[in-house]
């Protein structure tokens, strides 16, 4: 969201078919391949569930008429095709409305590993499959009412819920720690480094704690929204710190439950110290 963006999305045509070129056909296939092994005993099962439900093709990009008949039959959402960078309001609207915006561009193979824009890759891969989970889905639909109707202080913490949910987001299961952020599940370092960490307890920031940051292992708290709505991020780093919800229907919980409130409580009490170089701030 925003401006600057160094890529231009291919626009649909009139039938809504993106016409993608060999080297992108050839981008997304090598993308694809190579995060569904990296997911493997990593992602939570409402994740696979899902993209087992859309069922994406590895040779090529999939059309979003694909996608949505997935997800209009599952949650009653859709994808829209959008420039590469849309604004908040926008933004905002679109979840409000169950559509989940889609920059119709892939990166290019020098930026295979990480770019900070999300691309098509990230928002089908990363996050279509959790819009399958009524759970996640409700969350999302919630979420985007709010921000239509916050004021900009407002949406910076609400921003930090979003990110460390539907973009950073860790679920604990019978089987262990999973992911179900889709930030992380576009990303193979992250992926991976994401369950190399360690808890700290309570509600109080890591440094308040005197726990020492290691940048080779993140650490971990339980899920907490005014928590996180205090807790600064970086997007251009591994993240130093994750939530861990208990169960994916505590987003739904949380769905219903008086969100603004806790962002007036959030703004109350302030930030925690940033467990980053404050050098690059977050986004806003």
Partial sequence: MGSGTKYVSNKPDEKGVVHWDCSEDLVWHDLIQRQLA????RACQAYIDGLELLDLPQERPPQLSDINEVLQSTTGWKC?????LINFDRFFALLANKQFPVATFLRRREEFDYLQEPDFFHEIFGHCAMLTNPAFAAFTHTYGNLGA???????VYLARLYWFTVEFGLLEQLDGLRIYGGGILSSPGETQYSLTGKRV???????????AIDETR???KSFDPVDIMRTPYRI????PLYFILEDINKLYELAHQDIMSMVAQAQKLGLHAPLFDTK???VS
């Fill in 280 to 282: 690059i701030k977050e």
């Fill in 201 to 211: 307890s309570g509600a109080s920031s890591a440094s308040d704690q005197g726990v």
């Fill in 236 to 239: 251009d780093i591994m993240q």
């Fill in 80 to 84: 829209v095709a959008v420039p590469a």
């Fill in 149 to 155: 109707k916050a004021n900009s202080a407002q949406r």
């Fill in 218 to 220: 993140p650490l971990y």
């Fill in 38 to 41: 990296c997911i493997e005993g």
